[in-house]
């Protein structure tokens, strides 16, 4: 049973550290990686029964590892600023010798022998991975709440969900267990658990960060992302996993505010909270609109290639073990299956104009900003909704506002955005692959910005209207 009573903020000892702040500790001789990671475990111990965001813990070797960080560190070979600072991996990126499930009792035995490409580079960076996160099954749902390894519940709200498929590393996160988290995102895996979370999620463009080593669920949308505590730290990580990632920009950010008619319906209070805590840091913005046409075919897109790749994942299993599957995911993919592989190769062909539509929007502004999610976290096991008086089904409310991106590969990146009935919401920002900077520089705005922001605060400020 959930407690009657959500958990009391802060959380665990990382709910209010940056990784700025602990590297500068670590070198100061303040704390040691030794203590971050023993504070790291002990808040596992006493958070997670609550939330649900660990599938394994790896003390032993997490301590060995952060020793030999403050061994380094005390040499003088600071590796730069992940060195030392504990890391939550999503349970279908593979760490050596540490099982891997996939959210699955199809892997429930799988041990990897080799570290995906991007622990590999955390690894050498001098990160400690402590330990894997609860993943939806096989990462195929918004929710967070379908996984062998049981629901991940809301730091915020635990009879709510955290949203999906980076379930646990958001959890783990939000509750300050960990400073940093790897996720991925397929139609908005890292971005829609961080925003119901009250974090930070990043997902680069498509392939920025490699794939390598990491349980496929749509091998053409599937992006590896980043989780933290504010968009700073995101940045941080992605500097270290990514050098020549963030390109000079030499201008401050144009910022537009992407109109969500066509898109879907949504909450009045997110809609609020979220274009409240835009303006608070930017000022008044510009108003661009997506046309209903392009907002279909984005979507019908999408469907077409995350149900053709996910059904020929999981063909095999589905035929000799089809009683291995959560009962809903295996629905899912029954229903992916059922897709005509004509809708695939159409929807393939189709990909590159409806970028050079959406490319359309950023003749004039470098960032568009909408909400990341049209809700606040529903309850574990809801499935259906209402938004604006429309009924909607939780899944379609949840990856309305993240899929489209992940068809067109751009960096998508949410940050908190206030809340709404003691719930967060989450403000997000797209940008052209290379305008990373501006990106960043956008949410640092608002970051500055939000934390005294009312939740509900209203804008009626109005702009221009440009049509992709």
């Known amino acids: ?16 550290r940056s990784i700025s702040d602990l590297g500068a500790d670590l070198r100061a001789g303040r704390t040691t990686a030794t203590d971050l990671v023993r504070a790291a475990l002990d808040a596992v111990t006493r958070l997670d029964p609550l939330v649900n965001a660990f599938v394994t813990v790896a003390a032993d070797q997490s301590l060995a590892e952060a020793r030999q960080a403050d061994r380094e560190i005390a040499d003088g070979a600071d590796r730069g600023p992940l060195h030392g600072i504990p890391v939550a991996v999503k349970d279908l990126i593979m760490v050596a010798g540490r099982p891997t499930t996939m959210g699955s009792r199809h892997f429930a035995d799988h041990v990897p022998t080799s570290d995906a490409a991007c622990v590999r580079q955390l690894r050498a960076a001098g990160a400690i991975m402590v330990g894997q996160t609860t993943t939806h099954q096989f ?46 995102d397929t139609g908005g895996s890292v971005r829609i658990p961080a925003a119901l979370c009250g974090i930070a999620g990043f997902k680069p463009a498509y392939g920025r960060i490699p794939a390598d080593g990491v349980f496929p669920l749509s091998e053409t949308l599937d992006h590896v992302g980043l989780l933290a505590r504010d968009a700073e730290d995101c940045r941080i990580a992605y500097q270290v996993l990514v050098p020549d990632g963030l390109r000079p920009a030499g201008r401050e950010p144009r910022v537009a505010w992407l ?17 409240a805590a835009l303006e608070a840091g930017t000022g008044p913005v510009s108003e661009l609109f997506i046309a209903p046409r392009v907002v279909q075919d984005l979507r019908e897109g999408f469907t077409a290639i995350q149900s053709g790749e996910a059904a020929a994942v999981h063909a095999d299993r589905m035929a000799e073990t089809p009683d291995l599957f959560d009962p809903e995911v295996l629905e899912r993919l029954q229903g992916a299956a059922a897709v005509p592989a004509w809708r695939y190769v159409r929807a393939l062909r189709a990909r590159p104009l409806l970028a050079e539509a959406v490319d359309g929007l950023f003749e004039r502004h470098d960032v568009l900003a909408l909400p990341t999610v049209p809700l606040t976290a529903p309850f574990l096991g809801q499935r259906e909704t209402e938004l604006d008086g429309t009924p909607v089904a939780v899944r379609n409310a949840l990856l309305a506002l993240t899929s489209a991106w992940n068809l067109l590969g751009l960096p998508a990146l949410t940050v908190p955005a206030g809340t709404v009935d003691g719930l967060p919401v989450g403000l997000q920002f797209l940008c052209r692959a290379g305008d990373e900077r501006l990106l960043f520089d956008a949410a640092a705005l608002v970051d500055r910005a939000v934390r005294d922001l009312p939740a509900t605060d209203a804008t009626g400020v109005e702009g221009e209207r440009v049509t992709a």
Do not use: K, Q, W
């Open 139 to 184: 990462a195929y749902g918004p929710t967070g709440d379908r996984s062998a390894n049981g629901p991940v519940r809301n730091p915020h709200d635990p009879e709510r969900m955290t949203g999906g498929s980076s379930a646990g590393s958001a959890a783990a996160v939000a509750a300050g267990m960990v400073p940093l988290a790897l996720g991925t």
């Open 1 to 16: 049973m959930p407690p009657s009573t959500p958990i009391t903020t802060p959380f665990g000892p990382f709910a209010d």
């Open 259 to 275: 109109d969500t008619g066509s898109l879907s319906p949504c909450d009045p209070r997110v809609l609020r909270s979220v274009r």
